[in-house]
């Protein structure tokens, strides 16, 4: 066991020094983080790399982020990282694109203005990733277990960008891997990075649906710092299919701007001519329109004072979600131009492709 977290640590360091990734400024460990191989792991090397290390109770205890205003505090604790145990094993819902959200992290270091983050994990905006994997692994056998003999699907990316954090702990390799022996298990993730790496020799069976999140260059010029290009993401995307791995893009937030619908034709044109044979035998798309919540706005207007981003209720349709929570949506006539234009464009480009579903 030991042997095999050094090796995948010097793996992990060989890869840092050739690409750009997420260090954190100041790491926090929660103690019972120690009794585990990981997190003795984790300890040595970021006091081996110089690193501040604090402890901490549990992570709702964290204090001490730098900063001497809000948005400072906002900015220093999204290059923080938390070390500790993942104690609650209930997994949440993920509808539509799976049954279970797997807790594998929380957080994350990109800046996209729009992020659901803001509405999920909206005033932990630290990065927190869990060093109790066997636990949470024995957790998803069970769930894929009491579905039998239905698939049961678990989507790592609900509360982080699982791939962007993943030379830290490990985890979502190891997740790929214990899915590739569950015949009645699939794994799903989404990514706007492209260090995609450490995961293109995973044993995967095709049981893990590998996604990346794109969309126009309006999008990603005005809302999404701190994450790979655009390019980037694609050129990740070609290795990822080349790895055998099933692929999906999600085209989320599906924004209205002026010159959208050239804006989306262009970019499922330029996905058309990068894509080889290999990303298309099993490939789909999910669109997800944008939306918004009351607090997840203030929140934004808060930590991102100059942006673009038009968050009007008068100009939207509220949706209520889980726990009475109310959201707001386009309006059916917006929502529809949207779902049929990209609809019709996946269509003639991408034929062979499923559209999962359009929210
Ligand atoms: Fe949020 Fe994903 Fe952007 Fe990270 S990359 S800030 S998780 S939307």
């Given at each position: 066991?030991?042997?095999?977290?050094?090796?995948?640590?010097?793996?992990?360091?060989?890869?840092?020094?050739?690409?750009?990734?997420?260090?954190?400024?100041?790491?926090?460990?929660?103690?019972?983080?120690?009794?585990?191989?990981?997190?003795?792991?984790?300890?040595?090397?970021?006091?081996?790399?110089?690193?501040?290390?604090?402890?901490?109770?549990?992570?709702?205890?964290?204090?001490?982020?730098?900063?001497?205003?809000?948005?400072?505090?906002?900015?220093?604790?999204?290059?923080?990282?938390?070390?500790?145990?993942?104690?609650?094993?209930?997994?949440?819902?993920?509808?539509?694109?799976?049954?279970?959200?797997?807790?594998?992290?929380?957080?994350?270091?990109?800046?996209?203005?729009?992020?659901?983050?803001?509405?999920n994990v909206g005033t932990k905006p630290y990065i927190r990733v869990y060093?109790?994997?066997?636990?949470?692994?024995?957790?998803?056998?069970?769930?894929?277990?009491?579905?039998?003999?239905?698939?049961?699907?678990?989507?790592?990316?609900?509360?982080?960008?699982?791939?962007?954090?993943?030379?830290?702990?490990?985890?979502?390799?190891?997740?790929?891997?214990?899915?590739?022996?569950?015949?009645?298990?699939?794994?799903?993730?989404?990514?706007?990075?492209?260090?995609?790496?450490?995961?293109?020799?995973?044993?995967?069976?095709?049981?893990?649906?590998?996604?990346?999140?794109?969309?126009?260059?309006?999008?990603?010029?005005?809302?999404?710092?701190?994450?790979?290009?655009?390019?980037?993401?694609?050129?990740?995307?070609?290795?990822?299919?080349?790895?055998?791995?099933?692929?999906?893009?999600?085209?989320?937030?599906?924004?209205?701007?002026?010159?959208?619908?050239?804006?989306?034709?262009?970019?499922?044109?330029?996905?058309?001519?990068?894509?080889?044979?290999?990303?298309?035998?099993?490939?789909?798309?999910?669109?997800?329109?944008?939306?918004?919540?009351?607090?997840?706005?203030?929140?934004?207007?808060?930590?991102?004072?100059?942006?673009?981003?038009?968050?009007?209720?008068?100009?939207?349709?509220?949706?209520?979600?889980?726990?009475?929570?109310?959201?707001?949506?386009?309006?059916?006539?917006?929502?529809?131009?949207?779902?049929?234009?990209?609809?019709?464009?996946?269509?003639?480009?991408?034929?062979?492709?499923?559209?999962?579903?359009?929210?």
């Open positions: 066991m030991v042997t095999t977290l050094i090796d995948q640590a010097d793996v992990r360091e060989q890869h840092l020094r050739q690409t750009k990734l997420f260090v954190p400024d100041l790491v926090f460990f929660e103690p019972q983080a120690l009794d585990y191989p990981l997190g003795e792991e984790l300890f040595r090397r970021y006091k081996r790399e110089g690193i501040p290390i604090k402890m901490t109770t549990s992570h709702n205890q964290v204090r001490g982020i730098p900063g001497e205003t809000d948005l400072e505090k906002y900015r220093n604790a999204k290059r923080t990282l938390v070390v500790g145990v993942r104690k609650t094993l209930t997994f949440e819902q993920s509808k539509p694109s799976a049954e279970y959200a797997i807790p594998l992290a929380t957080g994350c270091a990109g800046h996209c203005h729009y992020c659901y983050l803001n509405t060093v109790n994997i066997e636990e949470i692994l024995e957790r998803v056998a069970q769930y894929i277990r009491e579905r039998e003999p239905e698939i049961t699907r678990f989507e790592a990316a609900c509360t982080s960008d699982p791939v962007g954090i993943e030379h830290i702990t490990g985890n979502l390799k190891r997740a790929i891997e214990f899915m590739a022996d569950q015949p009645n298990g699939r794994l799903r993730f989404v990514t706007k990075f492209h260090h995609v790496d450490p995961l293109l020799d995973a044993r995967h069976n095709k049981h893990t649906r590998f996604r990346f999140s794109v969309n126009a260059d309006y999008v990603i010029k005005h809302f999404e710092p701190g994450t790979s290009s655009f390019r980037e993401r694609l050129e990740a995307a070609g290795k990822v299919a080349a790895a055998g791995y099933p692929l999906g893009f999600i085209i989320a937030p599906l924004y209205w701007f002026d010159g959208w619908e050239e804006g989306y034709t262009h970019l499922l044109e330029t996905l058309d001519r990068q894509l080889g044979p290999e990303a298309r035998q099993d490939l789909t798309f999910e669109l997800i329109q944008h939306r918004f919540t009351k607090i997840a706005k203030s929140l934004i207007l808060e930590r991102y004072p100059k942006t673009k981003l038009r968050m009007e209720e008068s100009e939207r349709k509220i949706k209520w979600g889980k726990y009475g929570k109310a959201k707001y949506v386009y309006p059916d006539v917006q929502a529809f131009a949207l779902k049929s234009h990209l609809e019709a464009e996946i269509q003639r480009f991408f034929p062979e492709a499923r559209i999962e579903y359009f929210t």
